[in-house]
């Protein structure tokens, strides 16, 4: 996941510069998980002033891509359970995350809920104390809120997850233009498995064998 990360990124270099938006490593989503506990037994003062980690600032404060200065809408991959992949379209601005799930029945509100509370939690104040930014129409640091995206492609199949999911974010960059996340089949994703591999093939692997 983190290889097409990167590769989408470049890939999608120019649209993604136009409409102020990023591509995020999993990473993200997993920093804040690591760090939840502690950060949730704080009180609103400590939250104020919590020790984030390294690898949450750079991404925040990236050079050229720094959040609510150059970068408004993120798109990363999150693993839920350790076992599922879905997709977050992140609207810094408005304070609202869309959830791109390849597979809604495996998890339900509540658990969604669950998986997503870090997240949710964490994020206003990563905008507002990380990022220094005030200038938003969320109020305080009240946490995000969620929604899951309906009538998109369902995958049923084991071990797709992934590359759904990350096809969806790419769709999603673009404003989901055709065939679109409902219009994705069964056959359109064993192609695109095909093709990211070969994508990831000629522009990483090759060119580190011949440097």
Same mark, same amino acid.
């Given at each position: ?15 993604? /510069?136009?409409?102020?938006?990023? $591509? ?14 502690? $950060? ?13 980690? /390294? ?26 359970? /350790? ?17 791109? &799930? ?41 946490? $995000? ?14 071990? &797709? ?25 069964? /056959? ?24």
């Amino acid at each position: 996941m983190q290889i097409l990360v990167h590769m989408l990124s470049a890939r999608h270099s120019d649209i993604l /510069q136009t409409e102020n938006a990023a $591509f995020a490593p999993p990473i993200f989503c997993s920093a804040i998980n690591d760090i939840w506990d502690d $950060f949730n037994k704080c009180g609103k003062k400590k939250k104020d002033s919590f020790v984030w980690p /390294q690898e949450l600032i750079d991404i925040v404060l990236c050079l050229g891509k720094k959040w609510m200065e150059d970068i408004y809408t993120i798109y990363t991959p999150m693993l839920w359970n /350790q076992s599922h992949w879905v997709g977050l379209a992140i609207n810094l601005d408005m304070g609202l995350v869309e959830v791109l &799930d390849p597979l809604p029945t495996l998890n339900g509100a509540r658990r969604m809920a669950k998986w997503m509370k870090p997240v949710l939690a964490c994020l206003p104040y990563l905008v507002r104390k990380v990022a220094n930014c005030e200038l938003t129409q969320f109020t305080g640091f009240k946490p $995000f809120i969620c929604n899951r995206i309906p009538d998109i492609y369902i995958n049923t199949r084991s071990g &797709d997850c992934g590359p759904v999911t990350m096809k969806f974010l790419e769709l999603h960059s673009h404003g989901d233009t055709s065939p679109g996340m409902a219009g994705i089949t069964d /056959q359109i994703v064993d192609d695109m498995r095909k093709q990211y591999t070969m994508d990831i093939y000629k522009t990483m692997v090759l060119p580190a064998y011949y440097d």
